[in-house]
């Protein structure tokens, strides 16, 4: 006789585990269920009277017409260690940077000739040039400020030079010399607190990072403390410290995401206004180089708030986001 469906599908999905007890139990259907098949008596043991038909002795149950047992095994340890091994790789592919061209060599060292000889629009020229070509990188984004600085333009100094820090904040260089031009533009110096220079230290994409590799950590401690019992005090504190780590790189992506809407002024002494026209006056003026926080736009106008808190409208065309709003290259 066939191996029931219900056994087969199980072995083939794997809920059921092919066991000893799942193998005994297996061949005692098998012999219960071949013709002519016969119960043996046990030694030692008198064969059971002949019972007249129809009659059954009363305050006896019925026996037990078969001892076979099915032994299942719970997938979910399985299936919990696959999902996270899924997700880990989706979002590995998911955050990996893009692999960028490294700019050849000629082209800097033009650059860098163009530097040296203090011929600093052709030098910027060919510095935007390759990061039109080849996409934003510190470096080159570093060497583009420094010519711009030295060329007189501390706007577009000031905004290249807040992009380098986006993707070096720990570059003393760029720190240094971001502090430098701020302080020729007649800015106030900024004095972040404790927790906003630690939420610096990192870049927005490595708080992202970090915040889902604690995620995927805590959710790997409830499938491991079923399969190791004997660990669950370890695994309870690895938790707990994957769950404090996801919520400071939360609160830090959180902190960087609103930088997101910044832009730097570019054009000197630009007029802020209390509505989207310009025939009334200007309620406060903004320097070359200021940073302001983007609220909304309307038309060719841009409603923005400077780091004093006040609010005013201002042209479109004198502000750049500092991390542009579309790819480049």
Not at 47 to 69: I, V, Y
Not at 109 to 126: G, I, V
Not at 248 to 262: M, N
Request: charged share 20%; aromatic share 6%; glycine share 6%.
């Amino acid at each position: 006789m066939k191996t029931p469906k219900l056994i087969i599908k199980g072995l083939v999905s794997g809920r059921v585990k092919l066991t000893p007890e799942l193998l005994e139990a297996l061949k005692r259907y098998h012999a219960g269920s071949e013709p002519g098949a016969k119960e043996e008596t046990a030694p030692n043991q008198e064969p059971r009277a002949t019972e007249s038909p129809g009659k059954s002795p009363p305050d006896q149950a019925p026996p037990c017409r078969s001892q076979r047992r099915m032994v299942f095994v719970s997938p979910l340890p399985g299936r919990w260690v696959r999902c996270c091994g899924l997700v880990m790789t989706g979002i590995a592919l998911w955050l990996a940077p893009t692999v960028q061209a490294t700019a050849p060599g000629d082209a800097f060292d033009m650059a860098n000739r163009a530097f040296a000889e203090a011929r600093m629009a052709s030098a910027a020229q060919a510095y935007q040039a390759i990061l039109d070509r080849y996409g934003y990188s510190a470096p080159a984004l570093f060497n583009l400020a420094n010519a711009q600085f030295r060329d007189g333009k501390i706007g577009l100094a000031i905004l290249n030079y807040e992009r380098a820090h986006w993707l070096a904040p720990n570059d003393p260089d760029i720190a240094a010399n971001l502090e430098i031009a701020r302080q020729k533009a007649g800015l106030p110096p900024e004095a972040p607190s404790r927790l906003r220079a630690a939420v610096d230290t990192l870049t927005l994409n490595a708080w992202c990072a970090l915040a889902v590799a604690a995620l995927l950590l805590l959710v790997a401690t409830f499938p491991m403390k079923r399969l190791l019992s004997r660990r669950r005090f370890a695994l309870n504190a690895i938790a707990v410290f994957a769950t404090a780590t996801l919520l400071a790189a939360a609160s830090a992506v959180a902190t960087r995401w609103a930088d997101l809407d910044d832009a730097i002024v570019t054009v000197p002494d630009t007029a802020a206004r209390v509505s989207p026209v310009t025939v009334i006056p200007a309620s406060f003026t903004l320097h070359a180089g200021e940073t302001v926080r983007l609220r909304t736009i309307h038309g060719p106008f841009a409603l923005v708030t400077d780091r004093q808190g006040r609010e005013g409208w201002v042209a479109r065309e004198t502000l750049v986001p500092i991390v542009p709003a579309g790819p480049q290259g």
